[in-house]
């Protein structure tokens, strides 16, 4: 049974998103589930040989990139991403049982996650007063250790407490969604699907025009960018650090065209891997099998071309 | 007195990054601070006119951008930013008068604040049981009212509550930076000193190409970017924006052909202002006299160019 | 009166194009033709002071670019290019009065032109033998003297010689046109007609890239070239020469935009002259007046933009 | 033996430029020499199956690129250059026997070679008379038949009529080069050896940005172009046609990838063949083992990348 580590606590959304990746089925049976205090040590988890996998979250429609995500994959050997899964991070409100949401009189919640239902809980339970918990997943804890009344939680801690579910679905912005992926070591990707995304860490010489050439390899091969980060590396050289997402797989020839160009000229290109996106955005990039065919006919002197 | 609004409560880093600038005379005088919830509700108190400006964090050193003072300041009415200052976000350990470092067995601290220093406390106070607080600020409160010996938190929250520093510059991560901005009205920016910043906000057709020839009007004008960020607009339009930062200032000629050509090509442009950086980091862009003064010679005529 | 140069002998179409040149206007009054040996050499004497101008071929629609002349403009001082003018280079047939084209018995021609009229000679005088003439209009004369029954050659020489014309629009090529210049010293451009064309030359280190990032100056800036030669310098520094022309004029901002640019970029640029265009070809350069305007409501602070 | 057609007649410089590439052996053996009036009639003896190739002029050092070739290539079957030759384009004064150059009282030229030949005839035969021939090779054939005492010939022609060499290597501009080229039915290019040309025809939307597009397609692949000629198509449809030669073989990875773009992306694209340099000039396209072998790795999934 293979070890997958994710970013714990037991009951974190993160456990969730390896829960999703488990039902599809990528696993080939059952797992064991390790719970790590970062998403920066789940990944050394499996840089240590320790585990076989990692889940962590990468990006938030909320918040954006997550930074240490993103630099943990940058920095330290080489590892790849497999899969991804995206994960709306609603919370749940999790009660004790048999307390109606009118009767909360004190919710306990990870001062993160009271941030993001403020205007929730001034409207649902306005006399309730707030007890700090230590994570999403502590705060359900502290209701069934009798510190609160209700907590703002996930569905999963409160399931494995035995407690009520008061509300779910919850979030004061809409469609809040947390994209999560399986990062493991080096290995060929899983195959292509058409509707794959790529990623890579790209190191740039801090010049003007240094990014617009990297960008023309992508753009004059018909390659659809659709993350774009730029953080300065700072090693003190006046490079910045590019992490950048596009349509397409290793196994498209205008992909693995860039990837060996960018391997030309940047300071310094990481692959972090290619695999199935869950959704299909942008365009994918052009078929190499017509222009493909013309030129093998050049090469052999056909005369109609 | 001018009111400015900070990312509160009081005691924040922030708070800390108001101050420094008070520090630097661009206010002309003492200002009166209020603290905001949010960064969004910092900014939407300048909007509203409740304040003549807000300071809020824009950018991290270990965390990147912050997306919600991003995301605040791209959608709404414009405003303009006339200001940065970094601050170094170490924690101070502060306590109850009377006890050593080694005397505390009990700490409070925001979960945040808490993740980034694990290492620290593991090293120097081994013994000590967290308590969990809803900020920074709130942690220096909690050892004011016994809850706990010490707290991770800041020297400002510790002097107005007459706490003992036990230690400063506390951090896992050498030289955790973090940028803040002064936010206020549309208005003329502050004079060009050589060493600015510009700012802008972008949204580009989700098309291959779109992107390259949007950084094309930088890296053909020798204008050097210096931060870039991407996210979905989430509109349903298949755009993205982009959050660019380069050298120089609305007056140098190059950026402000840029700023033209791109409102005539981007789907959409937002500029946030012109403003003194705090270190030159980045090639300034090129000076525009000695090509103009040709052009002028050929329009006059002149022979010998 | 002033005194312009043409690439003669007299008779030419070059000094036919002199003679269209004259008829619009443009020289205020009655000019004085002085025939040269040369292209280079009715160029030279525009450089000595000799003329006031000089018309010259510079392209042709059959044989391309006349190399001599834009050499000639590329080296030595700076000139300027003022007008255009297109004419149809086709021939007339002209013959000693009284004779019919089938009663031609021997033709004169000037060997270049015998080789554009090759069929048509074929076709319409198939028994005619040829007797070989120093130029189109030295073939004119060799009828008037007794050499030939009839001479290729221009309308304009045999009037002067009192012949008689047997056939005109002589082409084995249709619509062979040829575009000639009048060439003065360096002065204001005639002023912006909304079709105008500007012409440069540019020289370019011999690397990769330096060309694309050349031709991103006016790709970016929305200008059309519509003429683009290259040619090596020989001067041994690995330098090529490229003659450019663009729609638009110096009065155009983005093409004095891209002309400040080059002058920044290039090894070096020179202007030979902005002028009214004979047709409308291309997309002429976007109007900078919405951008200028937005620009300068953004200096002065306006806010809803 | 071989029928090979060149641009005659007999005793041209492109008879000169055929007998040049016999001497390499690039034909096996002795061939058939079949001179054809114009450029166009020896490419169309190839594509009529008279011939097995012909040889043309293709680019001048003087008068740049030759034009009648140019569009000869670019229109019809397509064919394809398998070798080049540079050649000297001085002339040889030829004379009737006995005759020292000082007594040289009238001398036979073609006009253009008189042309080219004014300053040398000015200082040297100050007193000669000037006889108008049909050709080079027609001024040998009039000394021979006693219309002139001396002919502006090519040495070719003097031998085979029999008469002296008065001076050779006779040109106003120093190192006047012509190349010409050998262009027979497509067919395998020749092998590869580092230091080839390839050429193609390139016909491009007349739209800002297109012509950028094209040579990015070039400059991101580190490919030199070595000569670019843009002449308008005349099809009323506002296309431009591009003649562009580049450093490399269609076996260099970078030059397929290059020529397979263009076929996805250019209205129309014709290749002229890849064959051997007569000289190193540009920058060779970059190697594409090491990026190669890196793409393989990243597929395997091997680590340490």
Chains 1, 2, 3, 4 share one sequence.
Request: hydrophobic share 45%; glycine share 8%; aromatic share 6%.
């Amino acid at each position: 049974m293979p070890r997958i580590a994710y970013f714990g606590p037991s009951g974190t959304f993160t456990e969730m998103a390896l829960a999703q990746l488990e039902s599809t089925g990528i696993f080939d049976g059952p797992v064991e589930r390790v719970a790590a205090p970062s998403q920066g040590a789940a990944i050394e988890l499996v840089r240590a040989g320790e585990t076989a996998g990692a889940v962590v979250p990468i990006e938030s429609s909320v918040e954006g990139s997550i930074a240490p995500t993103l630099d943990a994959l940058a920095v330290g050997p080489r590892l790849q991403i497999l899969a991804e899964t995206d994960l709306d991070v609603a919370f749940t409100i999790v009660g004790r049982p048999g307390v109606a949401l009118d009767e909360v009189r004190r919710i306990a919640a990870y001062p993160v996650a009271a941030a993001q239902v403020r205007m929730w809980l001034a409207a649902n339970v306005p006399l309730a007063e707030m007890y700090t918990s230590a994570s999403n997943a502590a705060a359900a804890e502290d209701v069934a250790a009798g510190h609160a009344d209700a907590a703002v939680s996930t569905a999963l801690a409160g399931e494995r407490l035995g407690l009520a579910t008061l509300a779910h679905g919850v979030a004061d912005v809409d469609r809040a969604i947390t994209r999560f992926v399986l990062v493991a070591t080096p290995q060929p990707a899983p195959p292509r699907t058409g509707t794959d995304r790529t990623s890579i860490v790209l190191e740039l010489a801090n010049e003007p025009g240094s990014l617009m050439r990297a960008f023309a390899e992508f753009a004059t091969r018909g390659i659809d960018l659709t993350r774009i980060e730029s953080r300065p590396t700072r090693t003190g050289m006046g490079t910045y650090r590019f992490y950048l997402d596009c349509v397409g797989h290793i196994e498209d020839t205008a992909v693995a065209e860039a990837l060996k160009a960018l391997h030309r000229t940047a300071a310094r290109i990481r692959y972090l891997g290619s695999w199935p996106a869950t959704s299909a955005t942008g365009t994918p990039p052009p078929p190499d099998a017509p222009a493909a065919a013309w030129l093998a006919d050049l090469k052999k002197g056909v005369a109609d071309l």
